[in-house]
């Protein structure tokens, strides 16, 4: 069945470092990809997406691109701050009406 | 425009009892979704409702329900609680379908 992979944390960095997040899927079809953070204490807030092959998604700095050939959906920030230490979650959308599939989370820990 | 809001925020409950989640959905939204989260097994999906409707089911037992309302506010009942039901329950409304979901701040439930 389809499935979402994020390499394990937790991811520990220092202010101002260049952040990579692993992802990558397997499908059938076309799904949709984002990527959500989480705060301690509060759910999930859709941080990026993108629906189809080639696409870049970027909000706040961080970005990520869909690759379809590599299948991927990667997540990059050139210069991470303390306020972005959270937990961030890849996942896909195998088509519209269907449940979102998350991959485990991986926690992103910065320091000053 | 409120978000999604869950109550109650927590809840301790004995094993072998019930418990009844509340879901109050982003005005407009009329699907709502709810996932369990788990330190092990992460966001695993539990069902959705769509205009009072059950649309899509993930792989739990009969233990979990849910319904929906005519104002598509939701709720959720775990019957016969065991100390594996603990976790963090999150609901997320959507407003159109692959639109992004929109998560509440959790409902945690711990079963002792």
């Known amino acids: 069945g389809d499935s979402v992979t994020q390499m394990e944390g937790p991811v520990t960095l220092s202010e101002e470092a260049f952040l990579t997040i692993n992802c990558t899927y397997t499908?059938?079809?076309?799904?949709?990809l984002f990527w959500y953070v989480q705060y301690p204490g509060e759910g999930l807030q859709l941080l990026l997406k993108?629906?189809?092959?080639?696409d870049k998604g970027s909000n706040k700095g961080f970005e990520a691109t869909y690759r379809k050939e590599t299948t991927s959906f990667h997540l990059e920030k050139g210069s991470v701050q303390v306020s972005d230490s959270a937990v961030y979650f890849c996942a896909l959308s195998p088509q519209a009406g269907t449940a979102l599939i998350f991959g485990k989370g991986t926690t992103l820990s910065v320091s000053s | 425009k409120a978000g999604v809001t869950q109550t109650p925020r927590y809840l301790i409950k004995t094993r072998g009892q019930q418990v009844t989640l509340s879901c109050s959905p982003i005005s407009g939204h009329r699907s709502v979704s709810w996932y369990q989260q788990t330190p092990g097994q992460g966001l695993q999906f539990l069902f959705e409702?769509?205009?009072?409707?059950?649309?899509n089911k993930g792989n739990f037992p009969g233990r979990f329900s849910g319904r929906q309302f005519s104002n598509s506010r939701s709720e959720m009942n775990v019957s016969t609680l065991e100390l594996g039901d603990s976790a963090l329950y999150l609901c997320a409304s959507q407003g159109v379908d692959n639109s992004p979901l929109h998560f509440g701040n959790g409902t945690r439930l711990t079963v002792t």
């Open positions: 499908a059938t079809g076309y799904p949709s």
């Open positions: 993108a629906t189809k092959a080639d």
């Open positions: 409702y769509f205009s009072e409707t059950q649309r």
